[in-house]
């Protein structure tokens, strides 16, 4: 009986996030500078409206920015799932970690040496950038589970404070190489870094889905073992789980979807801090659930904060990366004090 009314409840919330993401979508579509009818988006969809106008609209800016901000939110909820997961804190994230700024100074290195702009590199730069920043995540992740062990255990309390050290640190490299930059890419590795999907394109999608279609599934294979995982030490090697093995696989799967994230919209923090926080608050702590559902209200978060950035504050435009971290730093200060409490 518990299992049924799990899985109802599990359901439950995944049509409730379809819904929120769907109504979110149907308003970025058909809402904009150029104002289309639900008839002639589904028209231009299907190919039966063959307008100019419309299919340039639809298929060349608004259509790509929505698909790639539900990857984008997609990989960033579980990544979060699984760094929280692995870490055993619930504050952890990949941004409040310093991950998603070693994926970000690798690519941005990436730009200086190759004169790349993040608006307009070619495919072969688009399919390298994720490689860059997997080696920058790779390596904030290697500094952090390395200076927060204690006593040869990784100490939860210490992570919080190691990965905000790393993550200035991998910033102000960061600053240092844009400054290098000439001004055209300069700008345009500012833009990214603050979280941007303005310049979204059909390359991008095709980049990233490699890596999302590769983890995500493998992640969710692995959730009974997150589940193990929450258990102390002893009592997970006493189940005979090899947990240095499993907590590197699972880090490194992560670590590529954050990479994969940043290599196309930049720093883009705190969804996977929230995601999985609201995703247990509806679902329970099985991975099983909370995977999927994290999976889901990061593509709400998402595609909701570029829908505010570019509509709320038109003409002008905020980026996506901005909107979420104006809700997400008090949503963060609220976990700590109450984990202080707890």
């Known amino acids: 009986m518990p299992k049924s009314t799990s899985s109802a409840r599990f359901l439950g919330v995944i049509c409730g996030c379809l819904a929120i993401i769907l109504v979110v979508i149907y308003i970025s579509l058909t809402n904009g500078t150029f104002d289309m009818s639900v008839g002639e988006v589904l028209r231009t969809l299907l190919g039966m409206d063959q307008t100019q106008e419309f299919k340039l609209v639809i298929f060349d800016f608004r259509l790509p920015r929505i698909v ?43 730009m200086l040496l190759f004169q790349v702009q993040a608006t307009t590199a070619g495919w072969q730069s688009v399919m390298i950038m994720p490689l860059f920043g997997l080696i920058g995540g790779i390596t904030a992740a290697a500094f952090i589970l390395w200076f927060a062990r204690s006593g040869g255990r990784l100490d939860p309390q210490q992570l919080i404070l190691v990965g905000i050290a790393v993550g200035s640190g991998f910033g102000a490299i960061t600053l240092y190489l844009s400054l290098k930059m000439n001004p055209q890419d300069y700008e345009s590795a500012v833009v990214w870094l603050a979280g941007s999907i303005h310049n979204a394109n059909w390359l991008y999608i095709t980049a990233m889905l490699p890596w999302l279609i590769l983890l995500i599934p493998y992640i969710w294979y692995k959730s009974n073992a997150l589940d193990v995982m929450q258990l102390e030490e002893i009592s997970v090697q006493g189940l005979g789980v090899n947990t240095d093995r499993l907590r590197t696989r699972l880090l490194l799967a992560g670590v590529g979807l954050v990479s994969a994230c940043v290599a196309v919209s930049g720093s883009m923090g705190f969804v996977g801090l929230i995601a999985p926080h609201i ?47 104006l809700i997400g730093v008090p949503y963060f200060i609220y976990l700590l004090f109450r984990q202080q409490r707890a």
């Open 279 to 325: 995703a247990r608050r509806l679902v329970g702590i099985r991975h099983k659930y909370v995977i999927p559902v994290s999976a889901l209200i990061g593509m709400a978060m998402v595609v909701t904060g570029d829908l505010i950035g570019k509509s709320v504050f038109a003409p002008m435009e905020l980026s996506a990366g901005i909107v979420i971290s």
């Open 68 to 110: 790639i901000a539900v990857l984008i939110g997609m990989g960033l909820g579980v990544a979060g799932t699984v760094v929280q997961g692995v870490t055993r804190n619930p504050l952890a994230d990949p941004g409040i970690l310093g991950i998603n700024a070693g994926a970000g100074m690798a690519v941005v290195l990436f």
